[in-house]
């Protein structure tokens, strides 16, 4: 029995032993999914996120910085410095991050204009730091762990425009003479930089009612490939507008051709029924449907009353009815 326990005691602590050292090397990570850039154009920019997290109980000095053939093309910023020029962007960055906290660092790989057509590869590393050389600031020999995440970027000369565009409207029903708030969200997955321009066509049923066009502002950053991008949103006048059910196309338009289209509709001055989110009596509905569709809501509620009051009926004759005694022959059974 005791060389059993002293055994036993003896394998625990291998264990601890040997799975100590890992847990204290789980100091930080970071996303490792490799980043492919295909088709990647020449004298364009790519971007990506970076999500750096610290595992340890105590704050970690983390260093983000590339190596390899990309690593000249490469530049870090934080998401919140996007807008704020190459000022805020280096090819190495350094944050601290509280014990269990995550962060999120953004990348841009500008390639030059006299790039070769071929395939370039490299790395983007997360450094967990020790702490002289933080304080420092020297670079080289003090980094108790590292994270990389592989990067390729193939080069070429051909230019591929594809933008896809979230168009959401601040809401789907407005008020006679409200104007409508609707915004615009670029996911540009070609490999040009795209500053759209905006037409939108407002309809009827019937008829196309007007179209106007927005550019681009002026002080928003391009859409660069492989990056979302939020603009300002943009008020649809529509104090002209009757009470009724309105379409809208957006084309989205670079050089006069339209590389994106989306569609959407609005009502204005429209109610909603008895359910909410259906409309029962919009505007627009004829006199005959909306009497039939009172008609179905009376006849859903009657049925439910009645059936309500038969469940309610029965149950107080199970009550009152005396219990039936069970006679001697029926125990015997």
């Keep these: 029995m005791f060389f059993k326990k002293f055994f036993s005691f003896a394998l625990i602590t291998t264990v601890i032993s040997i799975l100590a050292p890992m847990a204290a090397v789980q100091a930080i990570g970071q996303t490792t999914e490799p980043i492919v850039i295909t088709n990647a154009l020449r004298g364009e920019s790519f971007r990506d996120t970076l999500i750096i997290v610290n595992t340890e109980q105590s704050a970690s000095n983390i260093a983000v910085e590339a190596e390899g053939d990309i690593a000249p093309w490469a530049f870090f910023y934080l998401p919140q410095d996007e807008d704020k020029g190459d000022d805020f962007r280096a090819t190495t960055t350094q944050l601290t991050l509280a014990a269990g906290e995550r962060a999120n660092v953004n990348v841009v790989f500008n390639i030059p204009a006299d790039t070769p057509n071929g395939e370039y590869t490299g790395y983007v590393s997360a450094k967990k730091l020790a702490p002289e050389q933080a304080e420092s600031d020297e670079s080289g020999t003090s980094v108790s762990q590292r994270i990389d995440r592989e990067v390729t970027i193939v080069v070429s000369d051909e230019e591929d425009i594809k933008l896809d565009v979230s168009v959401i409207p601040k809401s789907y029903d407005i008020s006679k003479g409200e104007a409508l708030s609707v915004r615009f ?56 507008l009757e009470n009724g059910r309105y379409y809208v196309t957006a084309e989205f338009l670079r050089d006069n051709t339209t590389i994106s289209e989306k569609e959407f509709y609005f009502n204005v001055g429209s109610g909603k029924g008895l359910v909410s989110g259906i409309k029962i009596f919009g505007e627009g509905s004829s006199l005959l449907v909306k009497i039939a569709l009172l008609v179905l809501v009376i006849i859903i509620i009657g049925a439910g009353v009645k059936i309500t009051m038969m469940k309610k009926e029965k149950a107080s004759k199970n009550v009152s009815k005396p219990a039936k005694k069970k006679s001697k022959r029926e125990f015997q059974l």
Excluded at 213 to 231: G, M
């Design 185 to 240: 969200i670029y996911d540009n997955t070609g490999n040009v930089s795209l500053k759209p321009e905006i037409k939108l066509t407002l309809k009827t049923e019937e008829k196309t009612l007007y179209s106007l066009s927005f550019p681009y502002p002026e002080n928003e950053s391009a859409v660069i490939p492989h990056s979302l991008h939020e603009i300002p949103a943009i008020e649809l006048p529509t104090a002209s």
